[in-house]
């Protein structure tokens, strides 16, 4: 049963909108406040790290963009093991059969990890690892007097072995992930299904389908505008980053909704289909002898499989370097706004003038 407006759509890692999926894997996640994506990338139970006021959100289901889309509103929602392997195979070319394997900072304190590590490079496989605030800690570039400190979400790093004892460090890559801000508050919501979990213990999942505006109460519309304008200079300068000769690729990861609400940011282009789900933007040059390596990735969770925490599915992988970006976000876009300024700002000004003074007026 679904209805209209904005909506909860994942608690702790699994739907419950617009149908909650009652399995024993969410009802023990849900029931003891777990991140089911840090717990996977641990190794260890792993509580939700966000506010008592919107803990367990994942996701939001808002039709801001003309149709329901889910939103994401947490970063961990992203850490999804098949969406983090295909990064790493796309930005290091991994060819398709050679054995690779990807760890969280964190296993590398379990002594089985560490031997483990060893056995597989030792075989010729390639391993890499990734950081990140909870993982092992953000890496970041200092400030200098020539440019700011910046954060990266997402850190990875291709490890291999020097000798029996000692690591080498191979190309580093960037993943920067697009969360959505939301006006307002999830409080009464989260409240609400908290009191129904508490209080229907053993048929929490049939009420919560029966009561679907538990998770829509005083929750309000994403912030696009500001969402688009927070992220667009680092997006920027992290893709110039990527050309450095010891960084593999940058990557930005949206959900599916956030791209289609940057369109009037960029222009609205018509993506250039370049074979299976890889696309690059109207001008690109794909016969450059050096192609760009930083990727806007576009994904969304298959929530119609009924698994759950449902697989994060990778729509389009799309191409794009920092001048690319520049071109529709202060070329095209500006464009398009001054084409529809200069056909409507004159007969505004008339209206405006004629609320407080009935003349004629003649625009040339």
């Known amino acids: 049963m679904s209805g209209t407006g ?43 790290v966000k506010a008592p006021a919107s803990k367990g959100v994942c996701t939001i289901n808002a039709p801001s963009n003309g149709a329901p889309q889910d939103w994401v509103v947490c970063p961990y929602r992203i850490f999804d093991n098949n969406l983090l392997k295909g990064l790493v195979k796309n930005l290091y070319s991994i060819p398709e059969g050679e054995q690779y394997h ?37 890496i970041q570039i200092s400030a200098t007097a020539n440019s700011p400190q910046m954060l990266f979400d997402v850190t990875l790093v291709e490890i291999f072995a020097v000798n029996t004892y000692e690591l080498g460090l191979g190309k580093f890559a960037i993943m920067e992930i697009q969360t959505m801000d939301f006006h307002g508050s999830y409080r009464n919501a989260v409240l609400r299904i908290n009191n129904a979990l ?39 300068f992290k893709f110039q980053i990527a050309s450095s000769a010891i960084c593999a690729g940058c990557v930005i990861t949206i959900p599916e909704s956030v791209w289609d609400s940057w369109q009037a940011f960029l222009g609205s282009p018509t993506l ?41 599915l990778i729509k389009k992988r799309i191409r794009c370097s920092a001048t690319d970006l520049a071109h529709y976000a202060i070329g095209e876009a500006p464009k398009a706004a001054i084409a529809e300024l200069e056909s409507s700002i004159m007969p505004t000004l008339v209206r405006r003038i004629h609320k407080f003074w009935k003349v004629k007026i003649n625009i040339s």
Not at 107 to 119: A, D, G, M, V
């Open 6 to 48: 904005n909506f909860i759509s994942e608690w702790f890692g699994h739907r419950v909108y617009p149908e909650a999926i009652g399995t024993q894997k969410s009802k023990e996640d849900q029931s003891n406040c777990l991140c089911p994506f840090l717990t996977i990338a641990k190794g260890a139970a792993t509580e939700c």
């Open 102 to 138: 990807l760890y969280a900072a964190p296993l590398l304190e379990k002594p089985n990890k560490r031997t483990e590590i060893f056995r597989l490079l030792h075989e010729g496989h390639r391993v890499f690892l990734y950081f990140d605030q909870k993982l092992g800690g953000e």
């Open 198 to 236: 508490e209080l229907h213990p053993n048929n929490f999942y049939e009420e919560l389908n029966r009561n679907q505006w538990w998770l829509a109460e005083k929750i309000e519309g994403p912030n696009i505008a500001n969402v688009f304008k927070r992220t667009f200079y680092q997006l920027m």
């Open 272 to 312: 250039i289909h370049v074979g299976a789900d890889e696309y690059v933007l109207p001008g690109a040059d794909i016969e450059a002898e050096v192609l760009s390596n930083s990727w806007i990735y576009v994904v969304n969770a298959d929530f119609e499989s009924g698994v759950t925490p449902s697989t994060l």
